[in-house]
């Protein structure tokens, strides 16, 4: 693995040790669309976050302020970004999107290390890290493709690769894998899996998927239909490592689906 740098892109962790914090937090776009309502949301220094919620519940406004790309003024509580208020650009965030976004006048190479070199990093040092990522995600032999030249699963594979190079000790994905068939889904899955258990990063991770949302995380934040309130917080504690088709086969993945499905049709009942 490429050396990693002290000063990982990151700011230093707050006191409490949560990397983001939600407190309070309603969102009214209009006066007659309120977006969110008082979301109370703590998440470690480490952890896999998943939100699950009907369509327009406000999951991915939650990440979008996170990241600093929605302005204030239509929020009333707190958001903190290792105990700071967000800004665009912090370099402790990777926003990873539902769409691969690769630029297609770049190779794969190239593109797995935009967002290193957006930031600034050295050309051998942002290099070294690209090509070590696209190898971890099984495209080492094809750093000198062009996207045109990919399968959609091989895109977002790169995608996959661009957002961890980064070195940013918080992921924000946003369905990163809804697009992609099954089979290929869970080949990702799997992947982001091993990849998050080496290195520890905190995500939050945005799925309409239940199974995919148990299968990885530590714990299923449940919202409910617009405006968007958590109606459960339930804790997955299935042992790791995990393969997610291994735990196809598991009575308490069953169990835990089954628990996260009852909230979900809760949240369903408030439209």
């Not at 045109?148 to 980064?166: E, K, P």
């Amino acid at each position: 693995m490429p050396q990693r740098r002290a000063n990982r892109d990151a700011a230093p962790l707050s006191p409490d040790g949560l990397a983001i914090r939600f407190d309070g937090v309603t969102v009214r776009f209009r006066p007659d669309v309120q977006a969110l309502a008082d979301i109370n949301l703590h998440i470690r220094t480490g952890e896999f976050v998943s939100i699950v919620g009907p369509s327009g519940c406000g999951k991915t406004t939650l990440l979008n302020y996170v990241a600093g790309l929605v302005p204030t003024i239509h929020l009333d509580g707190t958001v903190l970004v290792h105990g700071q208020a967000p800004v665009t650009g912090h370099r402790a965030l990777a926003y990873m999107l539902a769409r691969d976004a690769l630029c297609p006048w770049r190779t794969a190479l190239g593109n797995a290390e935009l967002g290193c070199e957006v930031r600034g990093m050295a050309k051998a040092e942002r290099r070294d890290r690209a090509a070590y990522y696209l190898d971890k995600v099984g495209l080492g032999a094809f750093a000198n493709s062009f996207p045109s030249a990919l399968s959609h699963g091989m895109r977002q594979r790169v995608a996959l690769a661009r957002t961890f190079a980064m070195d940013s000790s918080i992921l924000l994905m946003d369905e990163p894998f809804g697009a992609l068939d099954a089979q290929t889904k869970l080949q990702l899955e799997d992947l982001l899996l091993s990849l998050w258990e080496k290195e520890q990063r905190t995500i939050l991770f945005i799925t309409h998927d239940l199974s995919e949302a148990v299968s990885m995380s530590d714990r299923v934040v449940v919202m409910s239909a617009r405006p968007g309130r958590i109606i459960a917080d339930v804790p997955i504690d299935l042992a790791r490592p995990r393969s997610v088709r291994a735990l196809q086969k598991d009575p308490a993945y069953h169990q835990l689906y089954s628990q996260v499905w009852e909230k979900l049709e809760e949240g369903l009942k408030h439209e």
